[in-house]
């Protein structure tokens, strides 16, 4: 049977636990604008009263108050996961663009100052000798319009390999904050079985661990994946990076400069296997732009610089200049090697060497006139170089237009898990008011049966006197 003192404990479970619900509504409050912060909500549960099955024990059937049986997150794994996935992807796609944005910056297309304006220069400077083949003055300016080509060729491969220099120094940046932070996870995942199976709250502790896991899904597209003891487990591709409490290391190997790639080329790696990481995100990108669109950029002008000094070799070695040299290349390779993008370089420099007649002791502009031609030449440099451009524009269209769709994807992941998990001023100032109320409530029950209790403990028996 409920002892008369009964209703005291109820009504004081009651204060405590509103007390307890309203400071899970302060909490929400103060974290509002907490990044990564998840909402919190504390759970009541109705405390039953005795159910032993005792001869002599009996119960009212009435509870015995109510009890926090526990404080949790608001947070649905389901989102998480889409938004890890949906963010690794977004980041991807602007590494790329910023890439792609960079290397169109370097050639600076179209322009005055341009490679194909260089082109278009130096094929009418060779018009004006075909025009003025005795004039000192056209070749020598022909030469400077030359080396200006030569110069820009250069230029152009400098800038690409500046950049992927960049990109391996952010690469093995990014690896080590990646290996930071997995650290950090696995550190986490010890701090919060620990803490659960002491019957700890560890909310705020797994909101850290949260943030840090999407940030490596920024950066490597990583996920995750819960352990029944709390702790998670963090992939990159198919490979584990952090198994509970253990972590796996990133490192950047191969080669420092993009002349090497060929040969050595650089990935990111594994280092107790070795193995290759499969990582998207940032990351991913950065890597890309290594192996992949940089070289490919960086070929395609090497290419061009070939055709130009190929075609404008065979032409000039074959003809007579003014002094009667002949045989002699018009463009040549700063290395003694292959002619490359990077290496290319005026190969005269006396305007009385320039080539302009097929036959020797003539002005006949033969040369000259067939220089000339090569500017729209269907096979020549400059229709190469100009169908290099177009298809570097349109990559970076279709990663600008791809990253655009991507973000709006985006959002609209990160808005379902804000309205799910993020804190509603509105609504946590409503519960606000219903604990404020329900504590007051408690209150007065309690006040009540004192004043009950007072009544039978001190004016019983008084009765008649």
Known sequence: MASSFGGINTALTSLYAQRRALDVTGQNIANANTEGYTRQRADMQSQVGSISAAVYSKTDGLGTGVAISDVHRLRDEYQENQGRVEHGKSAYLTQATSAYNAIEDSFAEPGDTALAAQLHDMWGGWNDVSNNPQLAATRSTLLQQASTVADGLNTAHAALASQWSQNNTTLSAYANEVNTAADSIAQLNGSIVKAKASGVTVNELEDRRDLQVMRLSELTGATASPRANGAIDVFVGNSTLVSEFNTRKMEVSGADRLEDQGSDPTTLRWSDTKSTVQAGGTMGAVADTMSTII?????????????????????????????????????????????????????????????????????????????????????????????????LGVASQATIRRGEIQATVTDQADAAREAYSGVNLDEEMTNLLTYQRGYEAASRVLTTIDSMLDQLINRTGLVGR
């Open 295 to 391: 070289p490919a950029i960086s070929d395609a002008l090497d290419s061009v610089a070939k055709n130009l000094a190929d075609k404008v070799n065979t032409l000039h070695s074959s003809g007579f200049s003014k002094d009667g040299s002949t045989g002699l290349d018009f463009f040549t390779s700063s290395t003694g090697g292959d002619i490359t993008a990077g290496t290319i370089r005026l190969g005269i420099t006396d305007p009385d060497q320039v080539a302009v007649s097929a036959q020797a002791g003539t002005l006949d502009n033969t040369i000259a006139d067939q220089m000339t031609d090569l500017g729209e030449a269907a096979n020549g440099p400059d229709r190469e170089y100009q169908a290099m451009i177009g298809q």
